[in-house]
């Protein structure tokens, strides 16, 4: 697992909160950000910016609430060649081939009903010739009365490489 954050509450600038802020120092598959309080109809924003430091192209999962089954999935990916989209039944939000970065944006809301919904939108490769725009939309199919966990896991043992930052920020924050 990554680095458990105690999440600390920093007002920012246009209403956003800023919750948690973790930069990784060790390779690790998996980074949480623990002691959250959603609630129903409040919206999340999760920037992160990750290195697959991995030796294979790893899948990236957003999880709620420790609970890592119950989501579907809808993706769009562009490259300057291909255009594929594709349905899964699990709560991807991107993938990294092997040495290569990418900058995320997931919107992430606990919907009045109970269910959590994020879009994912993502620049891979950036910095190079071979950009590829990724957005995966996902929805649990169980519900929720809050958040109180985030969960960012990649496929591949060690996938989220060091110097990776998640920084997760409440809209319209106190």
């Known amino acids: 697992m990554?680095?458990?954050l105690i999440p600390r509450r920093t007002k920012v600038e246009k209403g956003y909160e800023l919750l948690a802020d973790i930069t990784v120092g060790t390779a690790t598959t998996s980074v949480d950000i623990t002691g959250?309080?959603?609630?129903?109809?409040?919206e999340i924003v999760l920037v992160s910016d990750i290195k697959n430091t991995s030796a294979s192209t790893s899948i990236y999962y957003l999880y709620f609430n420790?609970?890592?089954?119950?989501?579907?999935s809808q993706g769009l990916?562009?490259?300057a060649t291909s255009y594929p989209g594709a349905r899964t039944t699990d709560a991807r939000m991107l993938d990294i081939a092997t040495n290569q970065n990418a900058s995320l944006v997931s919107n992430i809301k606990l919907t009045n009903r109970g269910y959590v919904i994020s879009q994912n939108n993502s620049v891979e490769n950036y910095g190079s010739?071979?950009?590829?725009l990724n957005n995966f939309y996902a929805t649990t199919t169980f519900t929720a009365t809050s958040v109180t966990e985030v969960r960012v896991t990649g496929?591949?043992?060690?996938?989220?490489?060091?110097?990776s930052r998640f920084q997760l920020y409440k809209i319209g924050g106190a």
Do not use: M, Q, R
């Open 2 to 4: 990554g680095e458990i």
């Open 77 to 79: 990916s562009a490259s």
């Open 66 to 72: 420790a609970t890592t089954s119950g989501y579907y």
């Open 36 to 42: 959250l309080n959603i609630g129903k109809g409040d």
């Open 155 to 163: 496929s591949v043992a060690n996938s989220i490489g060091i110097g």
């Open 129 to 132: 010739s071979s950009v590829l």
